[in-house]
């Protein structure tokens, strides 16, 4: 089944693809032309959506492969394998969400990030996969390292203890639940945004697009 994130993928995909073969015939600046169509502010706009893109589809390919195997009948190598890049591939797929809600203007910027910060999907990242020995929260001012109990996750279950040996039991599938939701809101509006700007002139292909994100809905 196609995920809601890759869906929506497309359907920017498709705008840009359509917008740059009527451009990439015509004798104009490509970057300023598709700069001026997107409504970007930057003239590298075009590069950084198709890089956003590019990321958005290849991240989900692993999400979407985590969760159909999950930790299921794999070795202790492979499972750390497969949370590392799970976790890696939500957060590194959450950047690449922001930059496009940035590069289209969407409204509450600031709201945006701070809610993707709050994830606790962002939090299992650092702790798990990014900062394990020198992770610093904001919340006890204080470096602290973790490890991932291998036991438990054999069992499928990520649990960490820290310097101190305090256990946390983390909610993964939960988290990545979580994380999709806040994609899938901040994506749709990123879609939403594309259409009624790259199409306000044509009333026929707005009429359609429009159709399109009312599946998505």
């Not at 650092?126 to 036991?151: I, M, N, W």
């Amino acid at each position: 089944m196609t995920s809601d994130i890759t869906k929506q993928e497309r359907l920017l995909r498709d705008i840009a693809d359509g917008i740059a073969y009527r451009i990439s015939a015509k004798d104009v600046d490509f970057l300023e032309a598709t700069r001026r169509r997107f409504g970007f502010e930057q003239k590298n706009g075009w590069t950084l959506m198709c890089h956003a893109l590019d990321l958005i589809g290849d991240s989900e390919l692993g999400i979407e492969s985590f969760r159909a195997k999950r930790f299921d009948g794999f070795g202790i190598g492979e499972q750390l394998l497969r949370l590392h890049g799970l976790l890696t591939c939500c957060y590194q797929q959450g950047w690449a969400v922001l930059q496009l809600t940035e590069l289209f203007k969407v409204d509450g910027k600031a709201r945006i990030r701070k809610d993707f910060f709050a994830l606790e999907v962002v939090e299992m990242r650092h702790v798990v996969s990014a900062h394990t020995v020198t992770f610093q929260s904001d919340a006890l001012r204080r470096v602290t390292s973790y490890t991932v109990s291998r036991p438990h996750l054999g069992m499928g279950h990520v649990v960490t203890f820290d310097e101190s040996n305090s256990q946390r039991e983390w909610g993964l599938e939960e988290a990545v639940v979580c994380y999709t939701e806040w994609a899938g809101k901040q994506l749709y509006r990123v879609c939403h945004k594309a259409v009624e700007h790259v199409f306000r002139t044509s009333s026929k292909e707005l009429v359609q697009y429009r159709n399109r994100l009312e599946e998505l809905k």
